[in-house]
């Protein structure tokens, strides 16, 4: 592999940060892992447990276990840790009292706000905004900023088919309360097939990557349509990529006039920029220009979700930019990478009245806090050029090895550093996760076959070509 | 009043809050509060903030504003803040490293929690769990605790369905995916009117406490029942209220016929202990035995949200531990002055597999670090029975005080110091909040026209001394 120079020189990591992988168990979850995981059971279902941590001993890209592995992490926490574990300058700003007191007193956001918070909301979130869009909302986590983005969207939906008459009827008013039209009335929000967007029930019912996460949970009668599903590799492909493009968005008019029919109107369309959770799918700028016309066209709303997206993986702050959409989209959801969850959303969107969105917590202004430092750190070291540099060494040698390999993986593909493959079948997908986990790299799947790969902001060059070799191993002892 | 001076020595609060409340404006919010205000709403609906608050100067009971003025905080955050602000152990555990990189490395705590998290679980959240409860399972606010108890029981209600035979069955794999039955069953969770259990979509559809909360959103056909409303005092009229009691219970027992013949079964009931939000409404120990025992008649799980009423306020760890139930509950959930939501649950009700309950942070080992020494101080300082003392005082002054004022109060209840007072009108109680504040005392409204009081645990005899004076003056001068 061809190192270059210039981009080990860019960036030289965090310091004390391991040079590589080492793994010293015969198995992971190792003897001590598999302990706790004996007692955390007897308290919970932990099934989903791989493995315990060691959050005094990571450091950088690498995550340490209880049993002393070290391992390349470049799946940081289903794509939540932003600049690694134990950054110097986030353990910094921890030096200062006024930061520690901002832990340790939480305030109801929406009621008493701390003096700082309109100017740090402004520089922090604001600052970082997608262009065009000046308003935001913090939230807790990723499903709360869904569910009240989807709230937001039905309220501005029912405000421009009331028009002029802004108020509330009485019968509105109190069939409200007894869940019943026309207060709390049939609307609904589109989604795609292979979404994820959280598990709390009403995007619960937009969230249709696997089954074990919506079996025997009530859900609504919204519309889902077909995303994407594109050859690979691209380039080769494009006329029947772009026949997929059209099928699915002729799908998507079709269900928000057959709803609208059916006397449950799309008040808006949901998508993410790239499907994660559901295996990585991709589709066009065109399509996501395209699906922005048809919502304009019905007068449906279009929240792009960024939960997995956003905060730089893609090599700009916000995937969508990628798009080089007509105007903004109406909301942006975001949370993980950001450290609070919340959304971006235009002043159009923006309740006229308060309590409508609203909850105790707000948010957290002491995760704005990390985040105030992450986004300092990403300016101050060109932490998205890094993402760039390091996703294009990770996606050309990927392309490489399925050449290779072509028996047991195809289809590389992303944007940045957020990037997947694609296996042969799910047991391969799995084997070689599991192999990669023995030669000291922590990685994740997707979809049903699909490993993505979603390391920290600082993964550099260097650490790229270590996945790569420990890669080209486990591909070599994979039959 | 009677001073006792064993009260007083019992506890002495922490060292350096203020002697009083001090107001200086001539409003709240005053100038500075009021110019945030106006840089806040450039970026958000801000119109339910009542004042911008100085957290570094803020300290024990006390909520100093930016403008100077010192309020005695009988609201807390909207009943948030448990030992009141700054407190002295709460500063001095952020002086240790390693509990500080617990606050910026935030683990996918369902796939990599840190080492010592079984045991921090046990030992915290166990520690304090409901008699006969010992899972628990953590989440990050209100919302997603109750969205995810539900989900917990639809699972258990599907799973005692199908007996025997727990395997899926394809046709339910494929139909969840598409949100239809069976995969996605027509199921409910029954509620009181007048609940509050959170504002995400599946919850929202259980909360009936006020029509700003639900007009213009989508929810839900579950059935919804009458929660009792009492006679006070209740010695006066037990025989009425025993009477409510009686026809809310039948209610429910009809509403769990109906909705199973309308194909939409009842698979949880879902109740507050005390209704918050809705008007702190109170129900009898034999109410929730009964409505317990008509749940488990029928197969449906009982879920207490102890959201609001948990954490110690009621002058026990959980408020439904004054109701003496035949067994526990089959799932608690909590937050606010826990620091992270969560809910405690039977082994029964454990799911089977892996993926069903989760989410990327599943809660926040930073706020269970916080909520340790908050349980450390409640048992060192004794402060359960401190609240039953201060409780005690302004319940018994509250009742003088409705004697007296009949005119614009009546009906003081409540339990520990989570206590509230009707008002005769929304507008004479809208007067006496706005009174209250320029008295330096920061209360809250609940329901149409109560008062509530939700002071932190370290609020002790001599600030309740206090906030009867001041609310005295607040009584005199309103007509």
């Not at 691209?234 to 002729?250: H, I, S, T």
């Amino acid at each position: 592999m061809n190192v270059s120079g210039a981009y080990l020189r860019h960036y030289t990591g965090v310091p004390g940060e391991a040079k590589g992988p080492s793994v010293k168990t015969s198995i992971i979850p190792g003897p001590a892992s598999q302990k706790l995981l004996e007692s955390l059971n007897e308290v919970q279902q932990c099934n989903s447990v791989q493995l315990f941590a060691d959050y005094n001993k990571s450091l950088g890209n690498y995550l340490v276990d209880v049993d002393g592995n070290i391992l390349l992490d470049v799946y940081t926490q289903i794509s939540s840790v932003p600049i690694g574990y134990n950054h110097p300058e986030l353990l910094k700003s921890m030096e200062k009292l006024e930061n520690i007191k901002v832990m340790i007193n939480r305030p109801a956001l929406g009621v008493f706000p701390g003096a700082d918070w309109p100017e740090k909301l402004k520089q922090v979130l604001i600052g970082v905004a997608p262009k065009g869009l000046d308003h935001v909302t913090t939230m807790s986590c990723g499903s709360c900023s869904n569910e009240n983005a989807y709230k937001q969207i039905f309220i501005w939906y029912r405000k421009n088919q009331r028009g002029e008459n802004i108020t509330f009827s009485e019968q509105e008013k109190t069939s409200c309360m007894i869940n019943l039209p026309p207060g709390a009335p049939q609307l609904s929000m589109l989604s795609f097939k292979g979404a994820f967007h959280g598990r709390t029930l009403g995007v619960l019912s937009t969230t249709h990557s696997k089954y074990i996460h919506k079996i025997d949970i009530p859900a609504f009668d919204w519309p889902i349509a077909n995303f994407p599903k594109y050859k690979y590799p691209l380039e080769e492909n494009e006329r029947e990529n772009a026949e997929e493009d059209e099928k699915c968005l002729a799908q998507v008019e079709d269900l928000i006039v057959k709803y609208e029919k059916k006397g449950i109107p799309v008040a808006g369309i949901v998508s993410e920029p790239i499907q994660a959770e559901g295996g990585d799918n991709e589709a066009s700028p065109y399509f996501f220009q395209k699906l922005q016309r048809i919502g304009k066209k019905y007068g449906a709303a279009l929240l792009i979700d960024e939960v997995q997206t956003g905060g730089g993986p893609t090599g700009k702050m916000w995937c969508h930019e990628h798009f080089n959409l007509d105007s903004p989209p109406d909301v942006v959801t975001f949370s993980k990478k950001m450290f609070l969850g919340g959304f971006f959303h235009s002043k159009e969107l923006k309740p006229d009245q308060p309590y409508r969105i609203f909850n105790t917590w707000m948010g957290d202004p002491s995760k704005l806090l990390l985040l105030e430092t992450v986004i300092n750190v990403i300016k101050r070291d060109n932490l998205l050029s890094l993402v760039q540099k390091s996703g294009d060494i990770l996606l050309s040698e990927l392309k490489k090895l399925q050449n290779e390999y072509s028996h047991l993986i195809n289809s590389a593909r992303g944007r940045g550093t957020f990037l997947a493959i694609s296996c042969s079948s799910p047991q391969i997908r799995d084997k070689l996760v599991a192999k990669l986990k023995m030669e000291g790299v922590q990685a994740g799947g997707c979809g049903d076959q699909s490993i993505r790969l979603r390391p920290a902001l600082i993964f550099a060059p260097q650490h790229a070509y270590i996945f790569l070799d420990k890669f080209r191993t486990a591909l070599k002892e994979t039959k």
